[in-house]
């Protein structure tokens, strides 16, 4: 029963899958691209969360 649990629970959990850069930064400015890339993705991502949860309606309403 405990071994068909772990499969079970295995199977449900989501992957995330990363990956090593193909190369390291050279410059200051493949390090500034690379920050910048990360920050208007993770500016993307709060936006998209802000924007749902202010268009979800009030738990009491």
Known sequence: ??????????EEQP????????ESAHSWRDISIHLATITV???IALSSK??????SPAPGA
């Open 50 to 55: 802000v924007c749902r949860v202010a268009a």
């Open 41 to 43: 993705g993770l500016f």
């Open 15 to 22: 992957v995330i899958d990363i990956h090593p850069p193909h």
């Open 1 to 10: 029963m405990g071994e068909e649990r772990d499969a079970y629970a295995a």
